[in-house]
């Protein structure tokens, strides 16, 4: 294993070399394979919490709702903090979101909550649609570890609630950091 700790932040080549390192190891694990896991007893009841934000693009007021099981959660507040552990790491990330009418007008490009990635060596954003019925961060779990020097499809899918394949892995991994080998490359 790597020592990850005084890590900086890789450039869009170092990503993809770490990318082609990822895709040179094997998966052990089986595909779909479930690891045991402690499930809470506690009965929760699922609210659903209405939140008034301003639009990154417009700056009008708009509001979304999502369900969570805590009165005091704030969904934004909740992806800035993940975007921080990006940043924590030298990479620039942000969330941003967009009222009704900037979704309408970007044919398709925007949507409500999204998460901003750059690295040197990237002139544009990468963006991605995150989640708005609830927080979900495990995909990008999944990128901040492999940022963190994890090159390997078993240490990305240690500690997970399942395993996924290697494909969903580098899936995930292009998806988000908007790092594509060329065709050739991957895989060989
Ligand atoms: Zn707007």
């Given at each position: 294993?790597?020592?990850?700790?005084?890590?900086?932040?890789?450039?869009?080549?170092?990503?993809?070399?770490?990318?082609?390192?990822?895709?040179?190891?094997?998966?052990?694990?089986?595909?779909?394979?479930?690891?045991?896991?402690?499930?809470?007893?506690?009965?929760?009841?699922?609210?659903?919490?209405?939140l008034t934000f301003k639009c990154s693009k417009c700056m009008e007021?708009?509001?979304?709702?999502?369900?969570?099981?805590?009165?005091?959660?704030?969904i934004i507040t909740n992806y800035k903090q993940l975007a921080k552990?990006?940043?924590?790491?030298?990479?620039?990330?942000?969330?941003?979101?967009?009222?009704?009418?900037?979704?309408?007008?970007?044919?398709?490009?925007?949507?409500?909550?999204?998460?901003?990635?750059?690295?040197?060596?990237?002139?544009d954003y990468t963006y991605t649609e995150l989640d708005t019925d609830?927080?979900?961060?495990?995909?990008?779990?999944?990128?901040?570890?492999?940022?963190?020097?994890?090159?390997?499809?078993?240490?990305?899918?240690?500690?997970?609630?399942?395993?996924?394949?290697?494909?969903?892995?580098?899936?995930?991994?292009?998806?988000?950091?908007?790092?594509?080998?060329?065709?050739?490359?991957?895989?060989?």
């Amino acid at each position: 294993m790597k020592n990850y700790k005084k890590m900086m932040a890789m450039s869009k080549s170092e990503l993809e070399d770490a990318l082609k390192e990822l895709q040179g190891t094997k998966s052990t694990y089986p595909d779909g394979d479930t690891f045991a896991m402690c499930y809470s007893i506690m009965p929760m009841t699922r609210i659903t919490k209405s939140l008034t934000f301003k639009c990154s693009k417009c700056m009008e007021y708009d509001q979304m709702t999502f369900y969570t099981y805590n009165e005091d959660e704030n969904i934004i507040t909740n992806y800035k903090q993940l975007a921080k552990e990006y940043t924590k790491l030298g990479y620039d990330a942000k969330i941003q979101h967009f009222c009704d009418s900037c979704i309408d007008e970007s044919n398709g490009k925007l949507s409500t909550l999204m998460f901003l990635f750059k690295t040197k060596g990237m002139n544009d954003y990468t963006y991605t649609e995150l989640d708005t019925d609830s927080y979900s961060d495990d995909e990008y779990q999944i990128v901040l570890k492999f940022l963190q020097g994890r090159f390997s499809y078993d240490e990305l899918n240690k500690t997970l609630r399942y395993a996924y394949s290697s494909n969903e892995l580098n899936d995930i991994i292009e998806r988000i950091t908007g790092i594509k080998l060329p065709i050739g490359q991957s895989n060989d």
